[in-house]
């Protein structure tokens, strides 16, 4: 395979992810996922919560597509895409929203402050139901956000 066809693969593979990571938050973690994802949602002293459990059976699955891959060069790249996005995911969620693993960043401007925002804006609902803001990399405009969650409120 040419450089540029496994680039695009891991590109687009980290879009697809973007996509497929909404989805799942919202109908799946949100939905009949929510006994895992609810710990997510919830104040914790420990250093894991049960939501993690969803990372792990990610990296699980990953692992299976790169030993698959090996016989199979673009699953290989589909597979180093996928682990791609658990990175970003991983440092921008997990680190910087959620400040684990001792990071103390809060951003003051431009595109990570507006993602900072959407994302404190999911968890201002704290149940199953009703929560806006389910993708992560491209975060909605935290005013619009507001104004919907206030409208949810009203009714
Ligand atoms: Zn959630
Ligand atoms: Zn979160």
Known sequence: MAWYEKLTIVVVTVLLMEC???????????????????SHHEPHDGAFEKNDLYALTF?????????????????????????VYGGIYAIVHDMLVHQRFG???????????????AHR???????????????FLFAPDPARLKR?????VDR
């Open 59 to 83: 990296a699980t699955i990953v692992i299976a597509l790169f030993v698959v891959g090996v016989r199979w060069e673009p699953l290989w790249w589909f597979a180093l895409g996928i682990t």
């Open 103 to 117: 990071m103390r960043w809060v951003p003051r401007r431009g595109y990570f402050k507006r993602l900072h925002q």
């Open 148 to 152: 919907r969650l206030s409208e949810r």
């Open 20 to 38: 497929f990571a909404w989805a799942a938050h919202k109908y799946v973690m949100h939905g009949w996922g929510w006994g895992w994802h609810r």
């Open 121 to 135: 804006l999911h968890h201002a609902v704290k149940g199953k139901d009703g929560g806006v803001s389910f993708g």
